[in-house]
């Protein structure tokens, strides 16, 4: 009798536990290339930990324009490729095997960064037919992961749409979004920004294991109640609620944030596209054998049956009955602390368009 498999070792320190994922572009896994991490299982002693590496690129546009019809923003900027957060559900995962990089630990530990971003912003701002509306930051990597500390590409881009009086949206897994506090507040003044924080657990050891290096629940809440005593428009995200693993957090975290006065809230069930549903797959593996299967079985109920549903506006709305399940149970943790949903209103008319090269503007 053939005996079972071993379960997958674990990596410690990320979310993702490989990179030989298969991707939708031939590459079926990743061929060794005589890097020395690649015979890391031969040598004597502890693992090795993984390092984390950045590229500069420089891409000659910045801001990526959309038309999905169930996305409430059509311009985004992303100063970052890949998330040094390693959230292992991350939905952007796939977009690294576009430059033939694994969406698994490539994803996390081979980072690009825009150091152009703040230039390209302002030429684009400066054009005469630009018409403004809300950029959205943090709609595919966090625009304050680790290496935002030393690149500060984020706070460049916000110094600029100030100046600018452009509006801003932030979505964001970390408490250095405190560190640009004096922009945000300033922004807020003039109705120009509004601060989304994403509270996955309370646990801060689940939270180790689903976002290795994001911030600890505890620091994102206080960030949350930091940006509210600024007048910083705040809303808090409990994105993803993932079944049996981190829906039970659901009421608390939307009790605690009311108390921090918070006044906005909303929920996004877990989503598994392309390459990330056998790296989630993989997770629940090595993390929660036990529940592995329910875990899955959930997820499939409330996607038609499937890992995913990219379907327009179903692959934000849920269904079938674990989904009413969550959603009646949010709607009434919301009522009994006295939130509501998303209501900001950022005011585009104040936009002026910014210096360029140094030239003044004529009004």
Known sequence: MDSPEPPPERVHGRGAQSANVPTRFGLATRELDGDWRDHVATLDGPPVKLRTSVTEERPKSILSFNRSPDIPFDRSINAYRGCEHGCVYCFARPTHAYH??????????????????????????AKPNYV???????????????IERDYRITRQVLEICLEARHPVTITTKSDRVLDDLDLLSEMATHRLVAVALSVTSLDPRLSTLLEPRAGAPAKRLAALGRLVEAGVPS?????PVIPAITDEFMESIVAQAAA????SAGWIALRLPHEVAPLFREWLEVHFPDRAGKVMNIVRSIRNGKDNDPG??????PQGVWADLFRAR???????AGLGPDRFELDCSQFRAPEVGGQMRLL
């Open 312 to 317: 327009f506006f179903s692959r934000i709305r």
């Open 260 to 263: 921090l006065g918070v006044r």
């Open 235 to 239: 809303h808090v995200s409990i994105a």
């Open 330 to 336: 949010f709607k009434l943790a919301c009522k009994r």
């Open 132 to 146: 403004p509306l809300p950029i959205a930051m943090g709609t595919n990597t966090d625009p304050y992961q680790p």
């Open 100 to 125: 033939d990089l694994s969406p698994g630990l490539d994803f996390e530990t081979r980072l690009f960064a825009k150091p152009d971003a703040p230039d390209l912003l302002r030429a684009t701002l």
